[in-house]
């Protein structure tokens, strides 16, 4: 490429280098132009030319090379710069886009068989020639039926987790089984809890007292080494175990052939406590006379379940609600505190799937201002998944007293881990309250709350809760496995509420470690059951 300056300077040529015929040729106006004016000009030319010329190459062979103007090749090559297509591909798209749109609100005919995959599907299209309305309706077809066996498909593996997660692992039973065996063959495993001279520490008030139901003795294990490991003060801590009569000789030859000396534990049964009778404890007889209570909790969980209009997550929650611990009088026992410990003044009380990784003592002296109930509150927190929950979560407000009696915005709080003052407590109608919504309930055939005991104690407690810290008890760590790992680390008790127990197979891995630290695995029972690590 050659530049060309009139003698004058008021004309440029620039022709090809091997002397054909000019390509541009621009005259300069005598006036108004610049010599710095003219250089940027051939500058900008200089640097545009090369450019038109790889283009005009790149469309010459792509055979434009017909067009015999700009103009045409303005209408060759703009939509292709642009990442367009012409105007027939642009009709072909808003064509396919109103068929989609049409098949999106028609239902798919019997008379079409669907390939059953993929490949089967692009086989098939090599040989049929299908119309676009009905390769539409096939594709929808196709993706409607793996959407159903998907559907399908995390049903059934929700229901497999309520089903393990309602079973006891083989390794809980052997130990229970062995641990009974001993109590009626050794006497070491019958032996006093705690010693007679030690008696009456069960109701001195100035030690620390906790309490826990449950029917799973390595979970209790858990619940008092982490606590007494825990403590600044072990030999203040006094433990009241209440376990269920089947399990009460394995429970208490366990803690009698393993102290946690210098804490005190004491084991007894439901059955130990002359109060617990039918007449005092409705609740006893309406479960076991209640047959659609009964089948609520243990029948077929698919019966009247429509899976087409309900969700996974929807029938999680609904599994959860029916496990069948909501109806085990040791899960009902906590309402009953003031009058199982008449002589104490404060307790706290923990659920068997907690881990304590903090010094509790500073929990006896918080004020709670004339309350009852020391408890987290569940509406507030960082993690939206757990801390989420209000009155609207657990309660059908679409009944008429439940509407009228409560307020759904309010916030939930937790059980699991609370302080109770029962000075207090024993001035107030709270277990009444309880009795009166839990019978409500059972006459309105569970419609108002279907989610075990925390619903009644929501009721029964309303004016009677002090908030405290979140920092004292996280929760979730058995529904969600994205807990934040540095939040557990802080938290002084840790919650696994929900179906991933620590101590099933279903539980999360990364989790159960800050459980199984306090499993002694070295202990002959553990290891003669096979107890997993």
């Not at 995959?117 to 539409?136: G, I, P």
């Not at 032996?191 to 003795?217: A, K």
Request: proline share 5%; glycine share 4%; net charge positive.
């Amino acid at each position: 490429m050659q530049l060309h300056f009139s003698p004058s300077m008021r004309s440029v040529t620039i022709s090809s280098s091997n002397g054909f015929s000019d390509l541009m040729k621009i005259k300069v106006a005598a006036r108004h132009i610049s010599y710095r004016t003219l250089f940027h000009t051939i500058l900008i030319l200089a640097c545009l030319l090369p450019f038109l010329f790889i283009l005009t190459a790149l469309v010459t062979l792509e055979g434009v090379n017909k067009c015999s103007s700009f103009d045409c090749l303005g209408r060759r090559l703009g939509p292709r710069l642009l990442g367009r297509v012409d105007g027939s591909g642009q009709r072909l798209v808003k064509d396919l886009y109103k068929i989609l749109n049409q098949v999106n609100s028609e239902d798919i005919p019997d008379a079409i068989k669907l390939p059953k995959s993929y490949s089967q599907l692009v086989t098939e299209l090599k040989t049929k020639k299908y119309k676009a309305k009905e390769f539409a309706l096939i594709l929808k077809g196709m993706m409607e039926e793996s959407e159903k066996e998907l559907k399908e498909s995390k049903f059934a593996e929700l229901l497999n987790r309520h089903y393990a997660a309602s079973s006891v692992p083989k390794g809980i039973h052997c130990l229970a089984l062995r641990l009974t065996d001993e109590y009626s063959s050794n006497a070491r495993a019958r032996r006093q809890l705690p010693s007679p001279e030690l008696l009456h520490v069960l109701s001195d008030n100035s030690y620390n007292h906790f309490v826990f139901s449950s029917d799973n003795i390595l979970a209790a294990s858990v619940v008092v080494t982490s606590a007494v490991q825990s403590s600044t003060k072990p030999d203040r801590i006094v433990f009241h175990v209440i376990t269920d009569k089947k399990t009460y000789a394995g429970m208490h030859s366990w803690f009698a052939l393993n102290p946690v000396a210098p804490a005190i534990v004491e084991v007894k049964g439901v059955h130990q406590f002359d109060w617990l009778t039918r007449e005092n404890v409705p609740v006893l007889e309406a479960v076991e006379s209640h047959s659609g209570l009964w089948n609520y909790y243990h029948g077929n969980h698919l019966a009247g379940a429509s899976l087409k209009n309900t969700t996974p997550r929807k029938f999680a929650s609904r599994l959860q609600a029916r496990s069948p611990k909501y109806i085990s009088l040791l899960n009902h026992l906590r309402i009953y505190l003031p009058e199982l410990f008449p002589n104490l003044d404060k307790v706290v009380f923990l659920d068997d799937d907690v881990v304590i990784q903090r010094d509790l003592t500073p929990l006896w002296n918080i004020d709670l201002g004339g309350k009852v109930n020391g408890a987290v509150e569940t509406c507030k927190g960082e993690d939206d998944w757990v801390m989420s929950k209000r009155l609207k979560t657990y309660f059908n407000f679409s009944h008429p007293l439940i509407s009228k009696n409560l307020d759904p915005d309010e916030c939930a709080w937790a059980y699991g881990m609370n302080i109770f003052d029962l000075r207090a407590w024993r001035d107030t109608n709270i277990k009444d309250r309880y009795h009166t919504w839990l019978k409500e309930n059972l006459k309105s055939n569970l419609t108002m709350w279907k989610l075990g005991t925390l619903p009644p104690a929501l009721i029964a407690f309303k004016g009677y809760v002090h908030p405290i810290d979140s920092s004292w008890h996280m929760l979730g760590l058995g529904y969600q496995n994205n807990t934040n790992i540095e939040s557990i680390r802080k938290a002084a008790v840790i919650h696994y509420n929900g179906q991933a127990k620590p101590w099933l197979e279903i539980g999360f891995e990364h989790l159960r470690p800050f459980w199984t630290k306090y499993v002694n695995y070295s202990n002959d029972f553990i290891k003669n059951c096979h107890i997993p690590k």
